[in-house]
């Protein structure tokens, strides 16, 4: 999906709940400056912000974007698809499934060089695991870099953005108890 559609979704599904910026920024922990830009394709949106910005405008996630299914419970590094939210350089693999009264989804993030989060502040709590590279999670203002091997976890609704500063891409394994995976059929 083009971030064009991404923008236009966002625009489009928080004019129907009737929803201002400001609210729906307010719901989802992120700034109302930050979804303007997003609903005018100025900046790239992470799949947790999509996922809070769902939830405030009570649609599920795959209304705003598309993601591949896993439906099996198992998942196999050359059958996964690598798929972008709108376009961006930040890549991810989708490696949990969905079913009735699944409260964990893991991610496999590709995050390229020089790649910085939006801050958020999102429901649930978060776990991220270093594969490779090194990377900085900021965390209430306190930064804690990460290598491989290394790991963090906290509650998610702290504010938080994921830095690669470094010159090479890094990947980590994120795991988290927010909804990432909208797997009921799409609304156009």
Do not use: C, W
């Amino acid at each position: 999906m083009t971030a064009d559609r991404i923008g236009e979704r966002l625009r489009r599904y928080r004019r129907a709940a009737g929803k201002t910026l400001n609210q729906v920024a307010a719901d989802a922990g992120l700034t109302a400056s930050f979804l303007s830009q997003a609903e005018r394709n100025l900046t790239g949106v992470s799949i947790s912000s999509l996922a809070s910005i769902a939830k405030s405008l009570n649609v599920p996630l795959n209304a705003l974007f598309d993601q591949p299914a896993q439906a099996q419970p198992d998942s196999h590094v050359d059958q996964r698809v690598r798929y972008t939210v709108g376009g961006q350089l930040l890549a991810y693999e989708r490696l949990s499934s969905s079913f009735p009264g699944n409260s964990i989804n893991a991610v496999k993030m590709n995050i390229p060089v020089g790649y910085e989060s939006e801050l958020i502040a999102h429901e649930g709590v978060e776990f991220s695991y270093v594969l490779a590279g090194h990377i900085v999670y900021t965390i209430e203002g306190r930064d804690y870099p990460l290598g491989p091997g290394d790991s963090v976890h906290f509650d998610a609704g702290k504010l938080h953005r994921l830095v690669n500063a470094t010159d090479e891409p890094a990947e980590v394994l994120t795991m988290t108890t927010m909804a990432l995976f909208g797997d009921q059929p799409a609304i156009e």
